[in-house]
């Protein structure tokens, strides 16, 4: 046996892709599950607040500038343009992106759009669609919290399971 020190191997540059059949490790910047769904159901309730706008507006009679008048509704493909936003915003806020807060962000602002418009036909719904934006806007920001963080320098990128 020799004195000398033992040469110090060298880390991989990038971490060995998974086994097939495992489970995908999450990229820094990633939501976590929780908060996806969080997201999700967020949204949902959003949707189903903008039907209570909409409800609301016909009893009332008065017309946001999406719905129109009574005697003069907007065309369908107008009417739906909350619903599209909300519903395609609520479905890829479950989809494993790094940018889902940013994009929930950017669906609170444009419902905040949408209920700034109506602030000269309508104000009482407006202010309900601005506090639907603003609540849409406050989980958006919360979300950034369930973010998956980058691995501290010197630990493994993949951690193995325990073995059992």
Do not use: C, H, Q
């Not at 998974?18 to 490790?25: E, H, L, M, Y």
């Not at 209570?52 to 005697?71: F, H, N, P, Q, Y």
């Not at 309900?128 to 691995?151: C, D, H, M, T, W």
């Amino acid at each position: 046996m020799s004195d000398a020190p033992a040469a110090p191997m060298a880390a991989p540059a990038t971490p060995p892709p998974p086994p097939p059949g495992s489970a995908r490790v999450p990229r820094p910047g990633e939501l976590t599950t929780g908060w996806r769904m969080t997201l999700a159901a967020t949204w949902a309730a959003a949707f189903f607040a903008y039907a209570a706008v909409w409800k609301t507006s016909e009893e009332l009679g008065i017309g946001t500038w999406w719905l129109g008048a009574r005697s003069s509704p907007t065309p369908v493909i107008v009417r739906i343009i909350p619903f599209t936003i909300i519903v395609v915003i609520g479905v890829t806020s479950t989809y494993a992106m790094r940018r889902v807060p940013w994009l929930n962000l950017g669906g609170a602002a444009a419902m905040a759009a949408i209920a700034i418009a109506d602030f000269s036909r309508s104000t009482g719904l407006a202010a309900i669609e601005l506090a639907i934006a603003g609540a849409l806007a406050v989980v958006a920001v919360a979300s950034f919290a369930g973010r998956y963080r980058p691995a501290p320098p010197g630990t493994p990128a993949v951690a193995s399971p325990p073995d059992e």
